[in-house]
C-alpha cells in the first residue's frame, strides 16, 4: 500500500482545498494525487485546469478508482452526505469540516465501525497543531485531568488587532475577513461556535464523552467593544475566548467563553491567529501546544498529514470512547456525564440594569457604574448564563475572571 | 492483544523507575503490570515489597511470559547489553535512554528491521512531549524546515533559577540535583551532552539522517557565569541552551549551544524544567510544544504512553530514514549531509586573549576589556569553536547571538 499512489476525489477548493493542492504538489514524501475536484460554482475562475473538476458529486462517490475522499466544503449538511455516502460505499474520508463532525458524531462514528472505514480530521481542530492524534494514541492510558484552548485563530486574531493595534472589532473582524482566517459567516467564529464544534470533538477524543453542541455554555466575542479592552488592558489582562473541558470526579465541566488572562498564563502570548492548547494530566503536568490555527496552508498540511496517515491505513481507535460506551450500556446517552452546574466569577459588561434578569448572582466583587460603561464582577451561575448565547445584544459583554 | 495483561520486566528503579510505577498504578485504561524489576544495589532500600526484585537481569531477558521490557537505567553500556538482548529474543522494548540511543542508532535500527521487534523511546527526549511519534507521524510528509529545542531540563532548570532568582550556577546546579532533575552525572546535563544526543535522536526523526554525536557541535552552560546573565539581562535577553537542526538546501545545519533569546521568542516564557520544541515546516509554519522536561512523573508517563502503544503493536515506520538510506546507498553514511561550515555571532567572555586562539574570527560588532570581564560579540566561523566542547575553563563562555 504504501508505494501505490492513492487517487485523492476531493470536494471544495476554497481556502483550504487550494492549500492542500499546492501543500501537496510540494511534498516529495508522499504518493498521491488529486483525481477529480469536485465543486458548486460554475463560474467561478479557477486557478488550474478545468479538466480536473466536476460539478457533480457522484463523479467522486460512485468511482471505484477514488481511494480518498477529501471533503472541504463550507456547508455542513452537504458534506454529511458526500461523507456519509463515501464510508457507505467503503472509502475513507479526511474533513476538516468540525460543524458536521460535532453534531453528528455518534452516527459518523457508527458508519466507521458498520463499514470498516477510516474517518479522520486534524485540521478540524488546532489548525497545524497535531492534537486530535495526540489524544488518541499518546494520552491514550493517561489520566487527563483538563483541556483547554484557543481554538478560533479568526476570534484570536480579533483580539489581537484590538489589544495591541488599537483596532475597532468591525475592523479587526474585516482584515481576518480579507486574510482568509474567518469563516464564511463569520458569525460561527465570532459567536464562539466554531470553538464550540472544536470543544466538542477536543471532548470526545480527550474523555470519550460525545456531546451535543447545544448542551454547552457558549458565549462569544460578538458583543466585545473597545471598553472592555480598556478593562483589560488597565490590568495588565489580555482578552482570549478559551475552551474548556475539565474532569472534576466522574462529571465534565464544558464550556466555552472569553477569559481575562493574566501574563503567566502560556494563551497570553498566543497572538494573532495562533491557536493555543493545553492539556492537562494527572501525572504529566501540563503539555502546551502552538500553531497557526487558521489559513491556507497550515490546514491544508494538516489535511496532507491525514492523508499520508491513510497510506499506511491508520484510524482512529476511539479506545476512551469505546470504554465510556461499555461502560454506559452502547445506546445511554452520555450527557448525564456534563455538569453545568458551576460557579463562575464574570466581568458583566451591560448597559440597562434589565438586562442582568435572568443570571443569577451569587455574590458580588465589584460594580461599577458610569455615563459610559456598567459593570459588575460577580460570582454567578454558569447555567444561568445559557440565554445568553447567540447574543446579538452589543450592550453585555460576559468575561471570565480566573 | 488490547485485553490481554501484558507483563513488563523493568530494568532500573530510580527517579524514572519509580515514577512509572506510580502512574501506571493510577492508570485505569491500560492492562499492563510490572512482573519483576531488575536493579543493582542489593542494600537499597525499596518502597515496594523486595519479591518484586531481582539483581540478575537473565530473570527478566530469558523469561517467556514478559511481553515487554522497559528499560530505564543510568549506565548506557549495560542499557545496550539489555536492549539488544531483549531485542534479539524477539521481546518490544521501551527506553529513555538517550546516550545509549544516540549512540548507536545505526545498530538499534538495524535490530528492529531483522528482529520484527518495536524499539520506542517516547521518553527520551522532551520529556512529556510527544515529539518522536509527531516527527514520525504527524511531520511524515510535511516539508520540515527546522526543528530547535531547549531539550535538557536541569539546563533551563539552572539558567531559570540564574536568571530569575539570581542564584549562583553552583547553587543552582545544586537544587536541581536536590529536585531530581538532574542526571547522575551533571556533567552530561551541564556541558550538553544530554542535549546532543537528543539533538541527533530528533535529528534522526524529522529528517532520516542518523548522526553520531561525536560529529555535532555542542558548547554547554558549565562556564556560565553571574557576568553573562547580567550581560544579557542588561539587554533584556535570556540565555538558554538550545539545540538546533534546520535544513538549508540538501545539507543540515545541526549544532547545540547557548543562545541569547528575546522576548518576542516563544523559548523566552520556558522556564524551570521545561522543556521546549519548536517545529517549522514550509507551509504549517511553526508550531511550538511545551511541557515538563524532567522528573519523576512527566517521564514516566511519557514510558507508559510507549507501553501503552505496544499494546496496540506500534512501531515507529522510519519513513524518513528508509528514504534517506535508499537514496544514499545502505551502507553509505549521512555525514556528508551535516554541514559544519557555518558562521555564526557569537558573544564570546574570556579571561585572556590566548583563549580566543583557534577560533576564526570573521567580524568584530563589539570588543569589551576591563578588569572584572572581557568578551567580544563577533561573527566566527562554527567549526572553529568545536575544541571548547567539553571545556572546563570556566573563563570561557560562548553564547550565540541571533
Redo the contacts between chains.
Keep these: 500500500m504504501a508505494n501505490k499512489k492513492i487517487s485523492i476525489g476531493l470536494f471544495g477548493f476554497g481556502v483550504v482545498g487550494q492549500?492542500l493542492y499546492?501543500?501537496l504538489n510540494?511534498?516529495?514524501?508522499?504518493s498521491a494525487s488529486i483525481n477529480t475536484i469536485c465543486v458548486k460554482d460554475r463560474n467561478k475562475k479557477r486557478k488550474i485546469d478545468l479538466f480536473y473538476f466536476t460539478y457533480e458529486k457522484n463523479d467522486i462517490l460512485n468511482r471505484k478508482d477514488i481511494d480518498v475522499v477529501v471533503e472541504l466544503i463550507d456547508n455542513a449538511q452537504d458534506a454529511l452526505e458526500i461523507v456519509t455516502t463515501a464510508m457507505k460505499n467503503g472509502i475513507n474520508v479526511v474533513t476538516a469540516n468540525k460543524k458536521m463532525l460535532a453534531d453528528n458524531f455518534e452516527l459518523l462514528f457508527k458508519l466507521q465501525q458498520e463499514n470498516g472505514v477510516s474517518l479522520i480530521y486534524?485540521g478540524a481542530v488546532g489548525g497545524?497543531?497535531?492534537i486530535i492524534?495526540?489524544l488518541e494514541?499518546?494520552?491514550?492510558?493517561?489520566?487527563l485531568s483538563s483541556i483547554r484552548g484557543l481554538l478560533n485563530g479568526s476570534c484570536n486574531y480579533i483580539l489581537t488587532c484590538m489589544e495591541l493595534n488599537n483596532m475597532s472589532f468591525a475592523d479587526a473582524l474585516a482584515k481576518a475577513q480579507q486574510n482568509g482566517f474567518a469563516e464564511t459567516d463569520a458569525w460561527l467564529d465570532v459567536a464562539g461556535f466554531d470553538t464550540l464544534n472544536k470543544l466538542c470533538l477536543l471532548t470526545a477524543h480527550a474523555f470519550g464523552v460525545i456531546l451535543k453542541p447545544e448542551q454547552v455554555l457558549t458565549l462569544g466575542i460578538q458583543n466585545i467593544s473597545d471598553d472592555d479592552i480598556l478593562y483589560a488592558r488597565a490590568k495588565g489582562l489580555r482578552i482570549k475566548l478559551l475552551a474548556t473541558a475539565r474532569k472534576v470526579g466522574e462529571k465534565l465541566h464544558v464550556f466555552a467563553m472569553p477569559h481575562f488572562v493574566s501574563k503567566d498564563s502560556?494563551f497570553y502570548?498566543a497572538l494573532y491567529e495562533n491557536n493555543a492548547i493545553e492539556v492537562e494530566?494527572?501525572?504529566?503536568?501540563?503539555?502546551?501546544?502552538?500553531?497557526?490555527g487558521a489559513g491556507s496552508?497550515?490546514t491544508?498540511?494538516?489535511v496532507?498529514?491525514d492523508i499520508?496517515?491513510l497510506t499506511?491505513k491508520?484510524r482512529y481507535?476511539y479506545?476512551?470512547l469505546k470504554?465510556v460506551k461499555s461502560q454506559l450500556g452502547e445506546n445511554l446517552n452520555a450527557v448525564h456525564l456534563l455538569d453545568n452546574s458551576i460557579n463562575q466569577k464574570v466581568y458583566i459588561r451591560y448597559k440597562d440594569k434589565a438586562e442582568l434578569n435572568g443570571i443569577e448572582i451569587l455574590e458580588i466583587d465589584e460594580s461599577y457604574e458610569s455615563k459610559k460603561i456598567n459593570y459588575l464582577v460577580a460570582t454567578v451561575s454558569l447555567k444561568s448564563l445559557f440565554h445568553l448565547k447567540e447574543s446579538r445584544s452589543q450592550t453585555v459583554f460576559v468575561c471570565a475572571v480566573s
Aim: cysteine-free.
Design positions: 492549500g499546492d501543500v510540494h511534498s516529495q514524501g508522499l486534524e497545524s497543531i497535531p492524534r495526540n494514541e499518546y494520552y491514550d492510558n493517561e489520566l502560556e502570548n494530566g494527572a501525572f504529566s503536568d501540563k503539555q502546551y501546544f502552538v500553531g497557526k496552508y497550515p491544508g498540511s494538516a496532507l498529514s499520508s496517515a499506511y491508520y481507535g479506545r476512551k470504554k
